[in-house]
């Protein structure tokens, strides 16, 4: 019987964490598909782009309320049920993989920040507080979302295995910065290159201007067409 609670827990996690709330509250406030502009990424910091700073408020609560509600429903009444911390550790998981691959959604979910910050503050809140803390830090020294989620990233597993203890939280939470490093490895890429946009910046749309190389064909072909007697 607790098996069955515990596969129920997990799927419920699941489809909660597969509401992606960039998109569903993007809707509700008229504004365009945060997957058609900017990073292309169902998460706040896209929705930021759009201009509309309520709107990527609402997603990032709403996104965290959703790792961090199902965590804390098991905590709070799973031992009842026979559920423990190895429950507690595959709920959060299930609820942070629901984002990045949302059933509802086609599969095509965001990268987790948001998320994982909830079930992080619901494992356990002083670790879900030192690791914001560090994205706090990073993000208001370089200004760059991505570089702040990496660098917390990284620092959660030490934070749970060095100042509380290994187990199954721990083993989640390296799943789970796994999985946020590898969802930002076009991020990294960028970061290097120098082209990473920084917090608050807008983006235009996708295609909304031409290439590179046909500003160049044009501006040749325009000279070219000056240079004729």
């Not at 993007?26 to 929705?47: C, E, F, I, K």
């Not at 190895?86 to 959604?105: N, R």
């Not at 796994?178 to 807008?202: D, F, T």
């Amino acid at each position: 019987m607790e098996t069955l609670y515990t596969v129920a827990a997990v799927i419920a996690a699941y489809l909660i964490g597969s509401l992606s709330f960039a998109v569903i509250v993007s809707r509700a406030m008229g504004l365009n598909d945060p997957r058609s502009y900017g990073s292309g990424n169902p998460g706040a910091t896209n929705v930021l782009r759009s201009g509309n700073k309520t709107a990527a408020i609402l997603t990032l609560l709403l996104d965290a309320l959703k790792g961090y509600v199902p965590v804390l429903l098991v905590v709070l009444f799973g031992a009842r049920f026979g559920l423990r911390e190895g429950t507690v550790a595959l709920v959060g998981l299930a609820a942070f993989v629901g984002h990045l691959w949302p059933v509802f959604f086609r599969f095509q979910g965001g990268k987790g920040v948001a998320t994982a910050a909830g079930v992080l503050l619901a494992f356990n809140p002083w670790l879900g507080a030192a690791t914001l803390l560090t994205w706090i830090i990073i993000a208001g020294f370089f200004r760059y979302s991505s570089l702040a989620a990496l660098v917390a990233a990284v620092f959660a597993p030490f934070y749970q295995m060095l100042i509380w203890d290994g187990g199954p939280l721990a083993g989640a939470i390296v799943v789970m910065s796994l999985l946020l490093v590898w969802r930002h490895l076009p991020n990294i890429q960028k970061l290097i290159a120098g082209k990473e946009s920084k917090l608050g910046s807008k983006k235009a749309p996708a295609m909304a201007h031409p290439p590179e190389h046909a500003h160049k064909h044009s501006s040749h072909k325009h000279s070219d067409h000056g240079a004729k007697p």
